[in-house]
């Protein structure tokens, strides 16, 4: 197939993209490079099945005829998209559109990559599809949460208006190789703050919970997604793992041998304090479920830092 990868640029667009050619796709990855950056893509630079364009899709989503779009544009980490919400929520909303858009004009299928952070600091654990959320609306983080939400929204509305074939994936936490040591992430933050021998920094007390998923697990799960013949709505895709921030911490520390100790600061306006997938859908209609436990991913995500902030 001739596919099409927003984002492609990004930590979970480039390993999706590594897949995809690897399955034999003909692949065109566009991206801006906000957070995405050229060398998580050199590595294909020579495969002729391989395109780069350097857009910024809540301008434009150049209409290629594909067979699938994978919209995967949009910073991730609190430190990204709070630097610049009106860009980050642009993007999500009129850079769907775009897509959304690109997939009308040529008949392809668009998965829209969302997150869990729709469901905001949720009132419901595990969190189900079911569930409608516990957003703010006017905080810090809702840029990204509202932006989210709404290109859910107009996934759907142009299924239903124009007859688009979309499918919705609800990411949970994602880590591994190819991370920004800058992204703002907890798993990152704790990597490279561990590395250098400085404290780990917790905010809160440390108890809120994440759960986190390999990266390669999820690019599983979103390619059986996007081919599952309808579209069974929003589907959540993370492991059910659930870790708190000081259990994190410390196994951290002890994989890469660190020194560092764990510095406590205050918990950010709208951190969500527990969240964790109820994957029973991905199960059962996808027959997807993560297999790679924190313990074994942790390992090439530690090794991949210690090759990059030498």
Not at 86 to 109: P, Y
Not at 186 to 212: E, K, M
Not at 273 to 278: H, S, T
Request: aromatic letters at 8%; hydrophobic letters at 35%.
């Amino acid at each position: 197939m001739k596919i099409m990868v927003t984002g492609g640029a990004g930590f979970v667009g480039s390993h999706l993209i590594e897949q995809l050619l690897s399955s034999g796709h003909d692949v065109i990855c566009v991206d801006n490079l906000y957070t995405g950056t050229q060398h998580n893509v050199a590595r294909f630079s020579g495969n002729p099945l391989f395109s780069f364009i350097h857009q910024d899709i809540s301008v434009l989503v150049p209409a290629f005829n594909c067979d699938q779009i994978y919209n995967l544009a949009c910073p991730a980490s609190p430190v990204h998209y709070q630097a610049n919400p009106i860009d980050t929520f642009k993007t999500s909303v009129i850079g769907t559109m775009n897509a959304l858009e690109c997939a009308k004009l040529t008949g392809a299928r668009l998965l829209q990559a969302s997150t869990s952070e729709i469901y905001g600091d949720p009132l419901i654990h595990p969190q189900p599809e079911s569930y409608w959320g516990n957003v703010n609306t006017i905080g810090i983080r809702s840029c990204y949460d509202e932006g989210k939400r709404g290109a859910e929204t107009l996934c759907f509305d142009y299924e239903r208006v124009h007859g688009v074939a979309v499918r919705v994936a609800r990411i949970f936490n994602t880590y591994g190789p190819r991370m920004l040591p800058n992204d703002g992430r907890v798993v990152s933050n704790f990597i490279v703050q561990a590395l250098q021998n400085h404290p780990l920094t917790v905010y809160g007390d440390g108890s809120q919970t994440r759960s986190f998923c390999y990266v390669t697990d999820l690019v599983n799960g979103l390619i059986r997604l996007m081919n599952h013949p309808t579209n069974p709505g929003p589907v959540n895709l993370g492991n059910p793992g659930e870790f708190s921030m000081n259990e994190l911490a410390t196994q951290v520390i002890a994989m890469t041998g660190s020194s560092s100790t764990v510095q406590f600061l205050p918990l950010p306006q709208d951190d969500p304090k527990v969240r964790c997938p109820d994957i029973t859908k991905a199960q059962s209609i996808l027959g997807w479920a993560p297999s790679i436990p924190l313990s074994e991913g942790l390992l090439p995500t530690i090794e991949w830092f210690k090759s990059t902030t030498r």
